[in-house]
């Protein structure tokens, strides 16, 4: 009965977190799930006390980040980086289709894959509209733009709210992480540009007229602010590196630089702050903390021990089969059911996996890979994604669910293959 109840449970808590009927807030679903559970004797309040200890850090240090890139764009820093990228092709299509992505992936690495997708796409249209670039080229880049956010959403603890949940959940310090996920980033952006290229090279123009393109220093909107956040930005990268060897959360720095951030920009013309303080991510607070209570219901009916005996066979054959298997479980788990949830319903199940501590290890981090890429494969793979959707077709770009899983099939099989692969082979040789 107990397991019929949480199984029960999550599914309806996911149906209406992905459908979100009459724009029902995920944060009251995930709390009136989690409430549910507690009444139900599902879960006890040692496991939401255990919930709020994985997730608080993780939670307030993507709202911190999400605030900086929300001022950032405020100011036109995200123009001005594209406006630049844009000058640096010279005119060349292939280029700049490169280049595009390589900006996508910078903001990704630093902004989250969240700021990526739906702060840099809709300047990617912009500036394809005033490079005058036809229907398809316009496609092209802003599918490169989405896709890329994701798939390169590797690198740093910061750079997808799944990395940062499972750095909290396993204990993997900034430094460490960084170590063990930078190159195989580098990997993940040089696939994620093949198969784009590949699925897309006859729609780029071979040359682009740069007439109409404004000079990148017209995007910024506010020069006292734009200059202060570079210095903001580089003390925020110290400190997240400092985070490990001082055993500080990551949200002290990021909320720290979120702060500093706001100060500054409270007098700016162009930065309403009261009002990018209230759209900030606060529901994701919530969401993760009700999300996870219902996911802990799982576990506690023995569920996600299963998934961990699964995991624990794949071990048995070798470091290579254990970091693929457990990547691909992650990616298809978030196709269907949302990459938030699976990322501590995999992370729960690789603690009960019986492995050596180097493949356990190992099988975290090929978790992370799985759940920020198996998204790519379903618009429902993500809530970033669905949102992306949304802004795109208000803007008159419509990108059709069929489509979307058509192109997402395509690319993201062989990119997350090679980027598993990359993890296996870096993780025998940092051992």
């Known amino acids: 009965m107990a397991v019929v109840l949480a199984s029960g449970l999550f599914v309806a808590v996911l149906l209406l977190i992905i459908t979100q009927p009459r724009g029902l807030s995920i944060g009251w679903t995930a709390a009136g799930g989690a409430v549910i559970a507690l009444l139900f004797g599902i879960v006890s309040w040692g496991n939401v006390e255990t919930v709020v200890g994985i997730v608080w850090d993780a939670t307030l240090t993507f709202v911190a980040v999400i605030l900086i890139s929300l001022i950032l764009d405020a100011v036109g820093f995200f123009e001005w980086a594209a406006l630049h990228m844009v000058r640096l092709a010279h005119g060349h299509g292939l280029r700049l289709f490169i280049l595009m992505g390589i900006l996508g992936a910078l903001v990704a690495m630093f902004f989250a894959n969240d700021g990526a997708a739906l702060i840099l796409t809709p300047i990617v249209y912009e500036q ?3 490079l ?8 092209a880049l802003i599918m490169a733009s989405g896709f890329i956010a994701d798939t390169t959403s590797l690198p740093l603890v910061v750079s997808n709210l799944v990395n940062i949940v499972s750095a909290g959940y396993f204990h993997f310090g900034f430094a460490s ?3 063990r996920m930078v190159p195989v980033d ?11 290229y590949l699925f897309y090279r006859r729609a780029l123009p071979t040359t682009v007229s740069m007439t109409a393109l404004p000079a990148p220093r017209t995007a910024i909107k506010d020069p006292y602010v734009f200059r202060m956040a570079w210095i903001v930005l580089a003390l925020l990268l110290v400190g997240y590196f400092a985070s490990q060897l001082m055993h500080w959360p990551v949200a002290v720095f990021a909320g720290s630089a979120a702060v500093g951030l706001l100060l500054m920009a409270h007098r700016s013309p162009v930065v309403q702050v009261p009002k990018l303080v209230k759209e900030a991510p606060w529901k994701i607070v919530v969401f ?4 996870y209570v219902v996911v802990f219901g799982l576990r506690n009916v023995g569920l996600t021990h299963l998934l961990g005996s699964l995991l624990s066979r794949l071990a048995t054959h070798g470091a290579f089969v254990g970091i693929i298997g457990t990547g691909v479980i992650g990616a298809v788990l978030s196709s269907f059911m949302n990459n938030m949830p699976t990322v501590l319903i995999n992370a729960l199940a690789i603690h009960d996996a019986v492995a050596s501590t180097t493949l356990h290890t190992a099988m975290a981090y090929a978790n992370v890979v799985g759940c920020d890429l198996g998204p790519k494969f379903t618009p429902i793979g ?22 979307y899983m058509r192109v997402g099939i395509t690319l993201t099989i062989p990119v997350l293959l090679v980027t598993l692969a990359a993890l296996w082979g870096w993780s025998a040789l940092i051992v």
């Open 128 to 130: 394809a509209k005033a």
């Open 132 to 139: 005058k670039l036809n229907a398809k080229a316009t496609l």
């Open 177 to 179: 992480y960084a170590v």
């Open 186 to 196: 580098v990997v993940a952006l040089g696939a994620s540009l093949g198969v784009l």
């Open 288 to 291: 993760s903390i009700g999300m």
């Open 382 to 403: 993500s809530l970033a994604t669905l949102l992306w959707l949304h802004v795109l077709e208000r803007r008159g770009v419509k990108i059709t669910w069929g489509y």
